[in-house]
């Protein structure tokens, strides 16, 4: 036999859902009597009013809750005899009894005057029995003498709306609100079918709640469903608490559901969330994060388990997926970018994250993909005819981790298909509505817009650092002049790499022209920017110019092409500027000559470790056209090192360049024996971040006295 409660124990309660009331109001006094006048159920609102408990009444005969014996307007209400003819005739469908007013005892003792309002309720044998809702009078009295009637049950003056079901969920009673929300008429028996009495619900949603409180007896709290009038102007969610009516013995009489309405609160919420993606959703430029931002947002404010997984359009790196072999699961399809779920390790992802995902022919997934329109199971079809028949791996996870309703939305931007998203719901008994639809297209949305925006970024910045490898020397050789070390760090900066470059160029009479550079901007224009420069600078290396002259020369050309972007149409032209060192040591003469346009000067360590900064004019940027530069000459002795770089190793947001300088000072007095060393050591030191703000050009020489040999007569360059 079923332990008679309250509330059956089990009951999931959701975070902000209602439970007995609503701003102090009082739940709804039920309760349910036999034939026999034998009560059958009673409710929590019935305790609150009476005292009694549920256990120390059902089982038991109405009559002892009666003060005395009473008459009301129509006659016997509680039935002191078993043969009450009231009680024990066999009630018709939906049949009413006249309200009465009669006084019952409290579990202290003292006497409550109620109003019962009485409605036939057969149980799923045909047995008779009643469903009574009483009304606390505490003030009829003074009710009647300002001429309001004093019968007014508590339940029509209720901001709750309150229904009564049978075991066929046929609609045998409901309260005003309810009334008035259906738009029925204030008296008479309803006498509705679960279609006309949810008209304006989405029954998709709405019905199987009620079939399964129906039929396990677990009661559901919290559960949100939307109703909109006839002609659509207007609309209102609702809350509900769904119970079972059911026997001493647990046999189902039928349904009882109690509702309210939050549609101010599930706007705010919705608000809220929409809100939340904005500020956490397309935080970086990475695709996998943004994915992995939106699952983080849907789990678990409206979902238990979420993916978003990533069609061919989103390169996310690895063998592609049309050369992958079919598996049991089906064709590859997808990676999977985000994944999420309210059970630890996430049981019901079938696929790891970045790993491929194999669905079957004929499956929502290619559905949504290739109509590019979303589906929604609000109860997923898993029977022998589904699509799930093709995927049994993915048909047993379903059943083991309970997934019952499932949402699939296409990520979709500028034309461009990028992926999917997908929404399952395990432990929240409510499924999905078309405005669970509406608020998940509306996510996607904006989640699609962040994807593109890093699939776009990603694109450019794989082919800006292809271009710039190309362009970069793969090894560079000092010859008898020098002994080099050098280092190349593309930036993580949002607008893609920069335009660092750097190079030695073998001069006559075996010398070497040391070079660093760094065209302003980023992202695939000062990629090739850059490659214009350096082959400039490999020309006019030919020439065997001083310094000063090399990059006024490089100006002349920077000015031109600045010159050919604006005569080629281009609305917005783009404005060629960079900054450079040159540098060229003589190993005959231990002097290097020097000439810097806005670079960060050179430092130099001598062999004993002292690091100086030589005094060497900073010059105009490269492509101002201006022309100013001069050269300085300095003596080094043998092993001095000759440090040049670019801005990216001494400048952060939170450091200027002087202390970026003197920091770059104290990492060079500890330098160990080989150049490679010395490198890695500098930018281990310099590099506070991961990811550094700006490309890091470095490039160190350290210096050698002439011996006799046979130089090249014309420029050259080692690779």
């Known amino acids: 036999m079923r332990r008679p409660a309250d509330v059956a124990p089990g009951a999931e309660q959701r975070p902000g859902a209602p439970t007995h009331g609503i701003r102090g109001l009082p739940a709804p006094a039920v309760a349910v009597i036999d034939g026999d006048g034998t009560v059958l159920a009673w409710a929590d609102g019935a305790r609150q009013l009476l005292g009694h408990r549920a256990v120390d009444v059902v089982g038991r005969p109405a009559a002892r809750l009666l003060a005395s014996r009473q008459e009301g307007e129509g006659g016997s209400c509680l039935p002191p005899r078993a043969h009450d003819p009231m009680w024990t005739e066999r009630p018709g469908p939906h049949e009413q009894r006249p309200r009465a007013v009669v006084d019952v005892r409290h579990r202290d003792g003292r006497i409550v005057r109620v109003q019962l309002d009485v409605t036939a309720l057969s149980g799923a044998d045909g047995e008779r029995c009643w469903l009574l809702a009483a009304t606390d009078m505490p003030d009829a009295d003074a009710r009647q003498k300002a001429g309001e009637p004093a019968v007014h049950a508590l339940l029509d003056r209720s901001p709750f709306s309150v229904a009564v079901w049978d075991t066929r969920l046929r609609c045998v009673w409901l309260n005003q609100e309810s009334r008035r929300t259906v738009g029925l008429p204030p008296d008479g028996p309803p006498g509705l079918l679960m279609r006309e009495a949810l008209r304006g619900f989405d029954l998709a949603a709405v019905e199987p709640v009620m079939r399964g409180v129906l039929t396990t007896g677990e009661p559901v709290t919290g559960h949100e469903a939307r109703w909109v009038s006839a002609g659509g102007g207007r609309e209102v969610v609702f809350s509900s608490t769904l119970i079972r009516l059911e026997r001493a013995d647990g046999t189902p009489l039928g ?70 072999r079919p598996g049991d699961s089906g064709i590859p399809v997808f990676r999977r970018a985000g994944l999420a779920s309210i059970h630890e390790g996430a049981p019901e992802s079938a696929f790891a994250r970045g790993a491929p995902v194999y669905v079957p022919p004929g499956s929502p997934f290619l559905y949504v993909l290739h109509h590019r329109e979303s589906h929604m199971e609000p109860v997923m079809d898993t029977g022998p005819g589904s699509w799930l028949a093709g995927d049994p791996r993915r048909a047993r996870i379903i059943r083991e981790t309970g997934m019952h309703s499932v949402m699939m939305v296409p990520l979709m931007a500028r034309g461009t298909i990028l992926g999917i998203a997908v929404f399952v719901r395990t432990e929240n008994v409510a499924p999905y509505s078309r405005d669970d639809l509406l608020l998940a297209e509306e996510l996607a949305v904006h989640a699609s817009l962040s994807l593109d925006n890093a699939r776009r970024y990603t694109r450019e910045r794989a082919a800006a650092l292809a271009l710039q490898r190309s362009l970069l020397p793969g090894a560079l050789s000092g010859g008898d002049a020098v002994e080099l070390g050098w280092r190349y760090l593309p930036s993580d900066r949002h607008e893609g790499v920069g335009g660092d470059w750097l190079d030695a160029i073998h001069l006559p009479g075996g010398r070497i022209a040391l070079v660093v550079g760094d065209v302003i901007g980023h992202g695939i224009n000062a990629a090739a920017t850059m490659g214009r420069l350096s082959t400039a600078v490999l020309t006019l290396a030919a020439l065997d110019l001083p310094p000063a002259e090399v990059l006024v020369h490089l100006d002349e050309v920077a000015t031109q092409l600045t010159g050919d972007a604006a005569r080629s149409g281009d609305p917005v032209p783009q404005i060629v500027g960079a900054t450079c060192i040159y540098a060229v040591y003589d190993p005959a003469t231990g002097v290097c000559s020097f000439a810097r346009a806005g670079h960060p000067p050179p430092l130099l360590v001598s062999p004993d470790g002292q690091v100086t900064t030589p005094d060497t004019p900073a010059g105009t940027l490269i492509g101002v056209g201006l022309g100013s530069f001069e050269s300085v000459d300095v003596e080094l002795p043998e092993g001095s090192l000759i440090v040049l770089f670019t801005d990216g190793l001494i400048e952060t947001r939170n450091t200027d360049i002087d202390a970026g300088l003197d920091r770059l000072a104290t990492a060079l007095r500890r330098v160990p024996s080989e150049l490679d060393g010395l490198c890695a050591q500098v930018i281990a030191e310099m590099a506070t971040t991961s990811k550094p703000e700006d490309d890091i050009a470095l490039l160190v020489a350290r210096t050698r006295v002439a011996r006799p040999s046979v130089y090249a007569a014309r420029p050259e360059r080692h690779r």
Do not use: N
């Open 255 to 324: 349904l009882c559901t109690i509702s309210t309405d939050i549609t101010h609160r599930w706007t705010r919420e919705r608000m809220a969330l929409m809100s939340r993606a904005a500020k956490c959703v397309g935080t970086t430029l990475d695709v996998m994060t943004t994915a992995q931002e939106l699952t983080d947002l849907a789990v678990p404010a409206f979902a238990d388990y979420a993916t978003v997984d990533l069609a061919e359009s989103v390169p996310l790196g690895g063998e592609p997926l049309e050369r992958m």
